[in-house]
């Protein structure tokens, strides 16, 4: 009964946003304050509908309710509850209905604290998001119900796929469906802003936190998508270049060239067209993701479906929403008025730049993932594009764009000193070309890839000039250092997002160069009590034992670990056979130290007390995930900024009106 109600609410929801989706939009059109109002009790209705749906699936999910066909092709009685509960998004259905749900939670945020919005561009947004919601609310009805029922139902369900039997799987795709999903709302207040044919100042300030808000969520979920890859996955990697990996990869990009062009827009009033270009890209690489997963004309990892008509109803809605949207900002766009001009060498060119070049990275990432595809489909013949060709085209593109980030903040608006500015940064550039001389030395000049000195030079730039930035907002060492804490102290925390983030971005750089560059590995047959020496350090495979988890069965290894002679660390890597399905399932041991990750698989078994290994040493990884947590760090602390809130322009104007009643 529980099932039936969920599949009820969610022809209830659908029956809601198609309501949400035209009454205020006409009401809007039409000036009737009461259509438009229906807006915001439209959105609460659909979250409670779709809430109930979720709640519904999630109860069959914890209480093993195999009579439900979603629950018994993915979940099992013995698995842990982590584990059935992140069973309800480990597959097609039920990660839809995650995407619907989140949908349905920003609509109800934005009727939350919208309220200081103007209420015609709130009811179009809310009628542009329930649009969206009428596309996907359709899909799961007619392709994907989760709430099929078998009968008789089974014994026990055929349980999740092992590698998804992680908690870095438990939250990674409910992150990514944050910032997939946030990004409808950018969207929406673009289209919004199209119908209305006006974007300002103020139209940037409001899409500003929702942009923040999606790019921090999706950063969150990349991040630790890759963490996931790395220590599961058992091959010591962090990044594949995977189809599925970039079609998350390019709305970050997008998403984060919009994040900047929206400052340029409240700020200066200028690249508003443009802007309202990248919200629309920017959502539309969420759709194609959404579309690459479950459309079968890729295989992966990651993917969820295989079923052609899936794909086909993916792809309608990606082109009507793609088409739709291009269509109206053919029309609309010429019509926006021109802001305010600006010379190459400002604050805006630099963000202008860096956004050319960020765009100019995702088509190159969305040309790299797709063409193996159009290849086949023209009969070209199968094309493989792997990661030499993404990092030979994409990465160069990227290099220019890191030496702009050190020197856009340091720019005045509307006009700059470049002279000036590479002046105050002649510290950060003597350092930087020390750093990868130094580099170049350390790895035995052209005996080491030459790209890695480029790659530390780069990283340490970035990282002083950040600090560069900061140090001139607060006049270090001009003023005593009490004048500058003080002035520190009353930075608005958007400057200090900015300088977390960006130093976060260093951070990232420079271990992704020296783990791709200076990476050692040894593969072998190994035979207990033989030692194998990698990057200095001993391991000695002392003992393989056979352990029970709660829903496996596992040879373990125990590496005893030494360095120079000194005791490190006692490794136990497993392999895992799950019971139900019986697959297996690397899971490595990783210990780390402020230098590199010692990281340690076992294999199969070779022979009589012989078993393969991996060993591998990788530098400066856990460089690569704090940069990454200190960028989300940045985000947080840039979005609890006052003039980020929904609320600080309705206050703005009740000041305003107050003193206006004065005079």
């Given at each position: 009964?529980?099932?039936?109600?969920?599949?009820?609410?969610l022809?209830?929801?659908?029956?809601?946003a198609?309501?949400?989706?035209?009454?205020?939009?006409?009401?809007?059109?039409?000036?009737?304050?009461?259509?438009?109002?229906?807006?915001?009790?439209?959105?609460?209705?659909?979250?409670?509908?779709?809430?109930?749906?979720?709640?519904?699936?999630?109860?069959?999910?914890?209480?093993?309710?195999?009579?439900?066909?979603?629950?018994?092709?993915?979940?099992?009685s013995?698995?842990?509850?982590?584990?059935?509960?992140?069973?309800?998004w480990?597959?097609?259905?039920?990660?839809?209905?995650?995407?619907?749900?989140?949908?349905?939670?920003?609509?109800?945020?934005?009727?939350?604290?919208?309220?200081?919005?103007?209420p015609g561009?709130?009811?179009?947004?809310?009628?542009?998001?329930?649009?969206?919601?009428?596309?996907?609310?359709?899909?799961?009805?007619?392709?994907?119900?989760?709430?099929?029922?078998?009968?008789?139902?089974?014994?026990?369900?055929?349980?999740?796929?092992?590698?998804?039997?992680?908690?870095?799987?438990?939250?990674?795709?409910?992150?990514?469906?944050?910032?997939?999903?946030?990004?409808s709302?950018?969207f929406?207040?673009?289209i919004?802003?199209l119908?209305?044919?006006?974007?300002d100042?103020?139209?940037?300030?409001?899409?500003?936190?929702?942009?923040?808000?999606?790019?921090?969520?999706?950063?969150?979920?990349?991040?630790?998508?890759?963490?996931?890859?790395?220590?599961?996955?058992?091959?010591?990697?962090?990044?594949?270049?995977?189809?599925?990996?970039?079609?998350?990869?390019?709305?970050?990009?997008?998403?984060?060239?919009?994040?900047?062009?929206?400052?340029?827009?409240?700020?200066?009033?200028?690249?508003?067209?443009?802007?309202?270009?990248?919200?629309?890209?920017a959502?539309?690489?969420?759709?194609?993701?959404?579309?690459?997963?479950?459309s079968?004309?890729?295989?992966?990892?990651?993917?969820?479906?295989?079923?052609?008509?899936?794909?086909?109803?993916?792809?309608?809605?990606?082109?009507?929403?793609?088409?739709?949207?291009?269509?109206?900002?053919?029309?609309?766009?010429p019509?926006?008025?021109?802001g305010?001009?600006?010379?190459?060498?400002?604050?805006?060119?630099?963000?202008?730049?860096?956004?050319?070049?960020?765009?100019?990275?995702?088509?190159?990432?969305?040309?790299?993932?797709?063409?193996?595809?159009?290849?086949?489909?023209?009969?070209?013949?199968?094309?493989?594009?792997?990661?030499?060709?993404?990092?030979?085209?994409?990465?160069?593109?990227?290099?220019?764009?890191?030496?702009?980030?050190?020197?856009?903040?340091?720019?005045?608006?509307?006009?700059?000193?470049?002279?000036?500015?590479?002046?105050?940064?002649?510290?950060?550039?003597?350092?930087?070309?020390?750093?990868?001389?130094?580099?170049?030395?350390?790895?035995?000049?052209?005996?080491?890839?030459?790209?890695?000195?480029?790659?530390?030079?780069?990283?340490?730039?970035?990282?002083?000039?950040?600090?560069?930035?900061?140090?001139?907002?607060?006049?270090?060492?001009?003023?005593?250092?009490?004048?500058?804490?003080?002035?520190?102290?009353?930075?608005?925390?958007?400057?200090?997002?900015?300088?977390?983030?960006?130093?976060?971005?260093?951070?990232?750089?420079?271990?992704?160069?020296?783990?791709?560059?200076?990476?050692?590995?040894?593969?072998?047959?190994?035979?207990?009590?033989?030692?194998?020496?990698?990057?200095?350090?001993?391991?000695?495979?002392?003992?393989?034992?056979?352990?029970?988890?709660?829903?496996?069965?596992?040879?373990?290894?125990?590496?005893?670990?030494?360095?120079?002679?000194?005791?490190?660390?006692?490794?136990?890597?497993?392999?895992?056979?799950?019971?139900?399905?019986?697959?297996?399932?690397?899971?490595?041991?990783?210990?780390?130290?402020?230098?590199?990750?010692?990281?340690?698989?076992?294999?199969?078994?070779?022979?009589?007390?012989?078993?393969?290994?991996?060993?591998?040493?990788?530098?400066?990884?856990?460089?690569?995930?704090?940069?990454?947590?200190?960028?989300?760090?940045?985000?947080?602390?840039s979005?609890?900024?006052?003039?980020?809130?929904?609320?600080?322009?309705?206050?703005?104007?009740?000041?305003?009106?107050?003193?206006a009643?004065?005079?």
């Amino acid at each position: 009964m529980i099932a039936e109600i969920g599949h009820f609410a969610l022809i209830l929801a659908l029956a809601v946003a198609l309501v949400q989706a035209s009454v205020p939009l006409i009401g809007a059109q039409r000036g009737n304050a009461a259509w438009m109002g229906l807006a915001g009790p439209a959105a609460v209705a659909q979250f409670l509908c779709v809430g109930i749906a979720f709640a519904a699936l999630m109860h069959a999910y914890v209480t093993s309710d195999f009579s439900v066909l979603n629950v018994a092709q993915n979940s099992h009685s013995l698995k842990p509850m982590l584990y059935k509960v992140a069973g309800l998004w480990g597959n097609h259905e039920g990660s839809l209905l995650l995407w619907i749900t989140i949908l349905a939670v920003f609509g109800l945020a934005l009727t939350a604290f919208g309220g200081n919005l103007p209420p015609g561009l709130k009811a179009r947004a809310l009628a542009v998001q329930a649009m969206i919601a009428v596309g996907f609310l359709l899909f799961i009805l007619f392709t994907s119900n989760p709430f099929l029922r078998l009968d008789p139902p089974p014994m026990d369900g055929n349980g999740l796929n092992p590698m998804l039997q992680d908690p870095g799987l438990a939250f990674h795709p409910p992150f990514l469906y944050l910032g997939y999903v946030g990004f409808s709302m950018a969207f929406s207040f673009a289209i919004a802003a199209l119908i209305e044919g006006r974007v300002d100042a103020a139209w940037a300030r409001w899409v500003r936190p929702w942009t923040l808000a999606a790019w921090l969520f999706l950063t969150c979920g990349i991040a630790l998508g890759s963490w996931w890859a790395y220590y599961t996955l058992g091959w010591g990697g962090w990044w594949y270049w995977d189809p599925v990996e970039n079609a998350s990869f390019m709305p970050w990009l997008a998403g984060t060239a919009l994040l900047h062009s929206a400052v340029v827009v409240e700020k200066r009033d200028a690249l508003k067209s443009w802007t309202i270009l990248l919200a629309i890209v920017a959502f539309g690489f969420s759709l194609l993701g959404t579309f690459l997963v479950r459309s079968g004309v890729l295989t992966s990892v990651h993917a969820f479906a295989t079923d052609p008509a899936r794909g086909a109803f993916i792809l309608l809605l990606l082109l009507a929403v793609l088409g739709g949207s291009f269509t109206l900002y053919a029309v609309r766009a010429p019509s926006l008025k021109l802001g305010g001009l600006f010379a190459p060498l400002s604050r805006e060119g630099a963000l202008l730049f860096n956004n050319v070049l960020m765009a100019t990275g995702a088509g190159t990432v969305l040309l790299g993932t797709l063409y193996p595809l159009i290849a086949d489909a023209l009969n070209l013949g199968k094309v493989s594009v792997g990661a030499p060709f993404f990092n030979s085209v994409f990465l160069p593109l990227m290099a220019p764009m890191v030496v702009a980030m050190a020197i856009g903040p340091l720019l005045s608006w509307k006009r700059g000193d470049l002279a000036g500015v590479l002046g105050r940064l002649k510290f950060a550039l003597a350092a930087a070309v020390a750093g990868a001389a130094a580099v170049w030395v350390a790895q035995g000049g052209s005996a080491g890839p030459w790209w890695a000195a480029a790659g530390m030079g780069l990283a340490l730039w970035l990282l002083l000039g950040t600090l560069t930035e900061l140090a001139e907002r607060v006049r270090l060492f001009r003023l005593p250092l009490g004048q500058s804490l003080q002035r520190a102290s009353h930075l608005p925390r958007s400057a200090w997002g900015m300088t977390l983030a960006h130093g976060g971005l260093a951070l990232v750089i420079a271990g992704m160069t020296a783990s791709s560059a200076w990476k050692s590995e040894s593969v072998q047959n190994q035979k207990l009590g033989e030692t194998v020496t990698v990057a200095g350090y001993a391991f000695t495979l002392t003992a393989v034992n056979a352990v029970k988890g709660p829903n496996y069965d596992a040879q373990q290894a125990v590496f005893q670990v030494s360095k120079d002679g000194r005791p490190f660390a006692e490794m136990r890597p497993e392999k895992r056979i799950f019971i139900m399905p019986p697959r297996p399932a690397t899971d490595a041991a990783i210990r780390g130290t402020l230098l590199g990750d010692v990281y340690a698989v076992l294999g199969d078994q070779a022979g009589d007390g012989v078993w393969v290994t991996r060993l591998y040493f990788n530098p400066m990884v856990p460089w690569m995930w704090a940069g990454a947590a200190l960028m989300v760090l940045g985000g947080l602390v840039s979005l609890s900024d006052r003039r980020h809130r929904i609320g600080a322009p309705a206050r703005a104007r009740a000041a305003a009106a107050a003193a206006a009643a004065k005079a």
